[in-house]
């Protein structure tokens, strides 16, 4: 299975763990692209509506294409009391839009998912002239590097999954997935880059919930998967049952021209 079609196995843990990446994001966003009542918005990858509801409840007309099955049925569910909600169950590749149609084009965590090429540029053209695209990312830490939780969990994966220890190592300080110059490149001008920062609580339980939100560890064989986890669980529950999450949201914004 491609990792990309494990999250609708795990409907419920997505919906209690995922981040709804703060409040100050969306108001920036808004700000931006002119968002207001009556808006028409393409959402990219709902999952189970971590970034839907805001735009949602500033009377925004939203449109959200989802891969998973199971994730679509949730997030139709959940938000079945906005009539200015609509969910297509579907790849974005396969989703058949007229030129010119949303104001705005947004994605939480998801964008990455669809091959560059053609997911700036079917974007380019559903968005209005003049309208925004704005794509966001999750950067979730645990602790800090010095911290003794933190430093316990790493050398479980160091023992356990080596080559993820060196990919992250390597990766730590980088941008997660996209540039300013790469929208540009796809015509989008007026390019922004902003970095939001959260933090969350969790138990043992609930951390291992988190991780079951994670393509690269739900794809994991046994028996390292229940290992993992299992000692991953331990050494928090060792460590006072609780660990901190340090978020970091990189927002990337910007706008299709205007017609000449």
């Known amino acids: 299975m491609e990792l990309k079609y494990t999250f609708d196995e795990e409907v419920l843990n997505y919906e209690k763990r995922r981040p709804n990446y703060g409040t100050e994001i969306y108001k920036d ?4 692209g002119k968002i207001t009542k009556g808006k028409s918005l393409l959402e990219i990858g709902c999952g189970t509506g ?15 294409v989802e891969l998973g099955e199971n994730l679509a049925s949730y997030t139709r569910e959940k938000f079945k009391a906005y009539d200015n909600f609509n969910v297509i169950q579907g790849a974005f590749e396969d989703y058949d839009c007229e030129e010119n149609k949303f104001d705005m084009l947004y994605s939480a965590t998801a964008f990455h998912w669809i091959p560059e090429e053609y ?3 079917k974007a380019y053209n559903i968005i209005k002239s003049g309208g ?5 990312w999750n950067k979730p830490s645990p602790n800090h590097k010095d911290n003794p939780v933190h430093k316990k969990i790493q050398a479980i994966y160091k023992e356990l999954l080596p080559q993820w220890s060196i990919e992250a190592s390597n990766n730590q300080d980088k941008p997660r997935y996209s540039s300013i110059s790469k929208i540009e490149e796809y015509g ?6 902003k970095l939001y920062h959260n933090m969350r ?9 988190l991780l079951n939100t994670y393509s690269n560890h739900i794809d994991l064989e046994e028996p390292i998967k229940s290992q993992l986890f299992q000692r991953i669980k331990s050494a928090i529950e060792e460590s006072g049952n609780e660990i901190i999450i340090k978020d970091t949201v990189e927002l990337f914004l910007a706008q299709k021209p205007e017609k000449s």
């Open 132 to 136: 925004t695209i704005a794509l966001f």
């Open 29 to 32: 966003i808004m700000e931006y």
């Open 201 to 209: 609580k969790m138990t043992g339980v609930e951390y291992i919930e």
């Open 119 to 121: 997911g700036y540029k």
């Open 188 to 193: 989008f001008i007026n390019a922004e880059f």
């Open 50 to 64: 971590q970034a839907t509801e805001p735009f949602l409840k500033a009377n925004c007309k939203v449109t959200a």
